[in-house]
């Protein structure tokens, strides 16, 4: 695990799946948020054996429940609306509903939609619109409802 998480830092990109026990899966995930900048973007997916019909899986953001900041419209939707897409994919078989969802994301952040977690310093991104967790998911949601028109 001390040579995963020390390539993970240092090319990310080699890695599609990292297949780990859930102690190792723990902290290299959270390590991994670090790659993303924040541990509110990444989606989690503990997935069983492939049944007949579905796979059965666990799908949640890396971050867990965050009561800490339960109600207080800050935090960051997008790994909970990205873990619905990894449910979509893997358990139901809905490979385009999960690409269209991961898709309204992308555009989301491409139109500059951050919460404050993913704030970037120094002005990196142009137009950037600081939002909470409600209007957030509802920029996802608008992207997704922009991709059929």
């Known amino acids: 695990v001390d040579n995963c998480a020390m390539q993970l830092v240092r090319a990310p990109g080699q890695f599609d799946v990292i297949v780990t026990s859930n102690l190792f899966g723990d902290i290299l995930s959270d390590e991994a948020s670090v790659v993303t900048g924040s541990i509110g973007m990444l989606a989690s997916a503990s997935i069983g054996d492939?049944?007949?019909?579905?796979?059965?899986?666990l799908y949640e953001p890396i971050h867990g429940s965050a009561p800490d900041i339960a109600g207080q419209d800050v935090a960051n939707p997008l790994a909970t609306i990205l873990s619905a897409a990894l449910l979509l994919?893997?358990?139901?078989?809905?490979?385009?509903?999960a690409q269209a969802i991961e898709a309204a994301v992308r555009s989301t952040l491409d139109q500059g939609y951050r919460t404050?977690?993913?704030?970037?310093?120094?002005?990196?991104?142009?137009?950037?619109?600081i939002v909470g967790?409600?209007?957030?998911?509802?920029?996802?949601?608008?992207?997704?409802?922009n991709q059929g028109s």
């Open 133 to 145: 967790t409600v209007a957030m998911g509802r920029a996802v949601l608008q992207a997704l409802e």
């Open 50 to 57: 492939p049944g007949e019909k579905t796979t059965m899986g």
């Open 89 to 97: 994919r893997h358990s139901f078989g809905l490979e385009k509903e």
């Open 116 to 129: 404050r977690d993913i704030v970037q310093r120094g002005g990196a991104v142009l137009n950037e619109k």
